[in-house]
Structure formats: C-alpha cells, structure tokens
C-alpha cells in the first residue's frame, strides 16, 4: 500500500431539540462547519455513521431527517450514510434511504487499496430487548472478511469492540444498551477471521475510544453536539481518517484526539488467552502434587 486515502467523519449529529447533554439546537450550524471542512481538506469520501436526528415523533423526524439531509447535499464527495437508532425509532430504513437518496444496505465500495465495509447491521433499539444483531447482518459481514482481498475499514453505528463504559455519561450505568448483547462478541469472532488488516470504526456511545481486541483496533467517535465531556459547549467533533499503510486518526473539534497504527500489525492475532488460573494445566498439576504428598 503506498497511496493514501482520506475520509472525513461525522457522527451522532442529533438534530432537534437539546435533550439530556445533547445540544441539538446547535446540529445545523455545526453540520455546516463540517461541510466547510469537507470543502476545505477535500477528501475522497465522507462517512456519516448515524443519530442524525433526535426522534420524537414521525411528522417531526422527517422533517428533521430531511434537514439534515440538505446540507450533507453541499458535499462533493462521495457521502455515505448509516441509521442509528434515532433515526429508525419512528422511520423505517426505507424512509431513511428515501430522504438521503441512496440505498442503505450493507454494502463493500472498494477504494484503491483499502475497502469500505458499510456495515449497516440493524440499529433499531427494540424495547424491551435493547439492540439484536440479526443473523443476516452476522453472516454478511462473515463473507465480506471471508472474501477480502484488501484491507478492511468496517463502519457501523453501533460498536461492538466491548470496551468499558465506566465514565460515560450515558452508558456506565446501561452497558448493555452500548453494544449488542452477545451479538458483539460473535462479531469480534467474525473479524478474527480475517487474513488483511482490519480496522473498526463506530458512534452511538458519544465520546472518543481506541480498544485494540485481537490485534484490530476499534474507534468510536465523539458526537458532534453531545457536551457531557466539554460542557457546557457542544464537543463540535470530526474526524479525518486517512488509510495507508498506516492508520491515522486525528478528531477535531473541543475533544481532540489523535492516534496512529501500523495498518500491518492488525492483520496479527494474539495468543489464545489462558483459561481460569485454577484450571490451568500448571495448576492442576500442583494441586496433585499436593494431594500425593
């Protein structure tokens, strides 16, 4: 891999009325800020992975959804979008496709030397239940690493890296509502399957991680209005990604952050954990050795 390729992201725009520490009175404004950006570092593409909106109701989030949808139409790259949760509260992903004007299935666009995985997996947050991972989602992206011949940068709303949420204003207390129970792990399985470098990069959990799992990094990326980490300001977060042989993640905005990873060393996995400590064959060993003595 020699050339480089940029996206420029965005994430959880929340559009609407400012609710918990969401400031979604400010979206539009910074959505455009975005959109100058966008003008400004010309990048090849720009993912938006979902939560446009902030749903109330149907009436109110077409309306919304279609705001939104407007300005991401000042974009000239290419503009790839997601659902989260707020966008199918009360909108099918049909209305979704409809109002940003392309489809939104899973989906593979090969660009140069790496491939995007717009893993659109179902986030409809289902009550009661939480997120549910459905097995067609699983089995897509099984065939996709199965099937790669390039490295993969895998997008989705929802993470499945299982990191910690201890800190967040939303999910230290609601784990399980920051993933999809059981459904994420089985994901992570997927990933360990692959043969080319792999990186993961999501929303939805409103702050800013890396967690390596197995060699591959996972990302999650700041809301562009939540304010939980920056109040009382709205964080005003982006992130410009560019894929080489390195990946290089850099967030603009009140809550930067920057990191930089061999894209080589992700096609790596790590040592099979030990089991129990009690269970080990040392262990078992040792306390024959003592029930003989």
Known sequence: MSSSLRLAIVTDIHHGD?????KGSSALGL?????????????????DMGDRISDRDRD??????????????????PCFHLCGNHDRDHLT??????????????????????SLVLWRADSRIHRPGGFVLPESDLL?????????????????HVP????????????????????????????RAVLAGARVPVACFAGHVHWNTLTVVN??????????TETFTTHPEPAASWALLELSDTID???YGRDALSASLPAGRTAHRWMTPLPLFEDHPEARLRRLQRTEG
């Open 93 to 114: 992903v049909t209305d979704n496709a409809e109002i940003l004007g392309q489809t939104l299935d899973n989906t593979v666009v090969d660009m140069g030397a790496w």
């Open 160 to 187: 499945v890296s299982g990191h910690a949420q201890e800190g967040n204003y939303y999910f230290e207390r609601n784990p399980d509502s920051a993933t999809y129970p059981g459904g994420a792990e089985r994901a």
């Open 215 to 224: 060699g591959q990094p996972h990302f999650t990326l700041q809301s562009l």
């Open 31 to 47: 959505l455009t800020e975005f959109t100058r950006f966008v003008a400004d570092t010309k990048p090849d593409a720009v993912i």
């Open 140 to 156: 897509w992206l099984a065939g996709v690493v199965a099937q790669a011949d390039r490295p993969l940068a895998v997008f989705s």
């Open 18 to 22: 400012d609710h918990f520490t969401k």
């Open 249 to 251: 993640w850099r967030v």
């Open 60 to 77: 109110t989030d077409l309306r919304l959804e279609t705001e939104v949808a407007e300005i991401f139409r000042a974009v000239a790259p």
